[in-house]
């Protein structure tokens, strides 16, 4: 009987999450959301360069201002590229935002993304660090976007049917997701601690709290939206760079990079959210 090792452990745990969690969002996901997103297009525009120009844009100029570890650099990139995370939806619920704009806005970004992010990784990662942006770009296709558009496909086609594997789906989508961070811990814990006094964690805050800031002045007109834009911008797509981190990186150093930075955003975006939701109705965050 062969075991199988931790590395193999963790690329199979979070393929599964990855697949799961994208199949959820899909069936959760309306067709009149996407088309509201769509509709705003001035506010769509400037979604898109925020995340998929911008922020990719300034992590890279952090990276290579400081200097930082090829693999911790590549880590923060990779991240960076990634936009459309899972969470978007759930962090315009926590600020009272536009949840219709979040979830319509998600999709868009993560189709977009199998274009983007194998460019961007190819233009924009260290000169020592290499990817093959076509393989890459067949592992978002074929993790993300597909499962995303199978759930929008049933939830659209066949509700009773949706309706029927979205409760499962979750579950497999959460219970991974704990796995998923007790390997992590178990297995790169060591990877991990080594982050500390390399600077990427002072870089992942201070790219943050730019996003944060990027995504608020670019959100259009209306609370609701500059927060979504706000929240969406910082918290990036967790999952699908994990994934390509576990996969199409040999250097642990990049997991954990992205393990960081994504925790940053995440934690951050929540907090703010959180802060967000206090504000009486119709005055504007500070």
Do not use: H
Request: glycine residues 10%.
């Amino acid at each position: 009987m062969v075991v199988p090792s931790g590395e193999a452990a963790v690329e199979f745990v979070t393929a599964v999450f990855v697949l799961s969690t994208m199949f959820t969002m899909g069936v959760k996901l309306s067709v009149s959301q996407l088309v509201g997103a769509l509709r705003k297009r001035r506010l769509l525009a400037n979604a898109l360069v925020v995340n998929l120009i911008a922020v990719p844009l300034i992590v890279y100029l952090f990276v290579q201002i400081v200097s930082v570890e090829a693999g911790f650099a590549a880590g923060m990139v990779l991240l960076a590229v990634s936009p459309g995370a899972p969470f978007g939806p759930k962090l315009a619920e926590i600020s009272d935002s536009d949840v219709a704009f979040a979830s319509g806005l998600m999709v868009i970004l993560c189709a977009l993304s199998v274009v983007t992010i194998p460019i961007s990784l190819l233009l924009l990662l260290p000169g020592d660090v290499t990817v093959d942006p076509l393989a890459i770009g067949r592992m978002v296709l074929r993790i993300q976007l597909i499962p995303l558009l199978l759930g929008l496909g049933l939830s659209f086609l066949t509700p009773s049917l949706a309706d029927q594997l979205y409760l499962p789906a979750e579950r497999l989508s959460n219970y991974t997701f704990v796995g998923l961070i007790v390997l992590l811990v178990v297995v790169y814990g060591d990877s991990m601690m080594s982050l500390l006094g390399t600077g990427t964690l002072g870089l992942s805050t201070i790219a943050v709290i730019a996003s944060i800031l990027l995504g608020y002045s670019l959100g259009g007109q209306t609370r609701g939206t500059r927060e979504v834009l706000a929240t969406t911008t910082a918290a990036r797509n967790a999952a699908i760079a994990l994934f390509i981190a576990t996969t199409g990186f040999s250097d642990p150093n990049v997991l954990s990079a992205v393990l960081a930075f994504s925790f940053i955003g995440v934690v951050g975006s929540g907090l703010i959210a959180s802060v967000w939701r206090r504000q009486p109705v119709g005055s504007v965050p500070s």
